[in-house]
Nanobody, 116 residues
Framework: QVQLVESGGGLVQPGGSLRLSCAAS????????MGWYRQAPGKQRELVAR???????NYADSVKGRFTISRDNAANTVYLQMNSLKPEDTAAYYC??????????WGQGTQVTVSS
């Protein structure tokens, strides 16, 4: 059974930092591109960052220079380090496992709220 379990969300003040983790099981983690997506109320889910099996990364323009995606294949885990958080970063954040650019598996999501 495939499971992607996100953790690390919470309430943070503007300018603060959070680190999200997504632990995968039931898949051959190392062959998947892993992605972080987010969905704010009333909006579509959007890509935040992706990292390929080879370690190449890409980011949404809105988070470039503030967020960093990384992976630890030995631990079957992908991370999202989020710095300089803004209120507009408030959303539910989801981990996705992709093959050929298609998300095959989703996590259940973790809420990030940026507010003073």
């Amino acid at each position: 059974q495939v499971q992607l379990v996100e953790s690390g969300g919470g309430l943070v003040q503007p300018g603060g930092s959070l680190r999200l983790s997504c632990a995968a099981s039931g898949i051959i983690f190392s062959i998947y591109t892993m992605g972080w997506y987010r969905q704010a109320p009333g909006k579509q889910r959007e890509l935040v960052a992706r990292i390929t099996s080879g370690g190449s990364t890409n980011y949404a323009d809105s988070v470039k220079g503030r967020f960093t995606i990384s992976r630890d294949n030995a631990a079957n885990t992908v991370y999202l380090q989020m710095n300089s958080l803004k209120p507009e970063d408030t959303a539910a954040y989801y981990c996705g496992a992709l093959l050929n650019t298609i998300v095959l598996h989703w996590g259940q999501g973790t809420q990030v709220t940026v507010s003073s």
